[in-house]
């Protein structure tokens, strides 16, 4: 991810806001099923500047990107890489969870 600039591709509406899906994270290892059907790690993460927080999504063998304030909703990272598949079933997951 380069610069937080924002996502690309088409939006959803996330239930809950990055802040919170970022806390959510901090609270425990967090596991889900994307909506592809692969189990995800969410985990904190820093974009390349080192500072800005991200949320990072790892599958089995590939970490298919992480997602900032800037991009939280889209299907597109700011670095255009795919991960509303991870992204969207994450944010249903904390709307369950809590």
């Known amino acids: ?3 937080p600039n924002g996502g690309r591709g088409n939006y959803f509406s996330p239930r ?3 802040d919170r899906a970022l806390t959510f994270v901090d609270q425990e290892k967090v596991i889900f099923t994307s909506t592809t059907g692969e189990q995800i790690i969410a985990r904190k993460g820093k974009a390349q500047d080192g500072i ?3 949320i ?3 599958g089995v063998n ?3 990107g992480n997602v900032c304030h800037a991009c939280w909703g889209y299907r597109l990272n700011c670095s255009g890489a795919r991960i509303g598949q991870c992204t969207e079933a994450f944010d249903n997951h904390i709307t369950h969870i809590v």
Do not use: C, E, K, L
């Open 56 to 58: 990072v999504f790892q």
């Open 52 to 54: 800005t927080p991200t």
């Open 62 to 64: 590939v970490i298919h």
């Open 16 to 18: 809950n806001s990055f």
């Open 1 to 3: 991810m380069g610069r």
